[in-house]
């Protein structure tokens, strides 16, 4: 069975950092996209940062320059650096990983950024 357990959302100062991270277990092929969505409340999902197997990165415009996306293959880890953190950076984050032709999430973890 496929899991995706994240870590690392919380409380933060904008301007402050956070580091999330995602590992999927479960998984027996290879790993092609590893993505991260967040949700803010009232909002649609909106893809935030993708990384496909052969590292190549695309992002959010709104998160350009502040945010970057990684990943362990060894490990089947995402992880989402995200410095400089505003309040319109609140949200939920969902890490979504992409297996041949099936799509798993996570759970979600939910990041706050304090004005």
């Known amino acids: 069975q496929v899991q995706l357990v994240e870590s690392g959302g919380g409380l933060v100062q904008a301007g402050g950092s956070l580091r999330l991270s995602c590992a999927a277990s479960?998984?027996?092929?290879?790993?092609?996209?590893m993505d991260w969505y967040r949700q803010a409340p009232g909002k649609q999902r909106e893809l935030v940062a993708q990384?496909?197997?052969?590292?190549?990165?695309n992002y959010a415009d709104s998160v350009k320059g502040r945010f970057a996306i990684s990943r362990d293959n060894a490990k089947n880890t995402v992880y989402l650096q995200m410095n400089s953190l505003k309040p319109e950076d609140t949200a939920v984050y969902y890490c979504?990983?992409?297996?041949?032709?099936?799509?798993?999430w996570g759970q979600g973890t939910q990041v706050t950024v304090s004005s």
């Open positions: 990384i496909t197997s052969s590292g190549r990165t």
């Open positions: 479960g998984i027996i092929f290879s790993i092609n996209t």
């Open positions: 979504r990983v992409l297996v041949g032709f099936s799509v798993y």
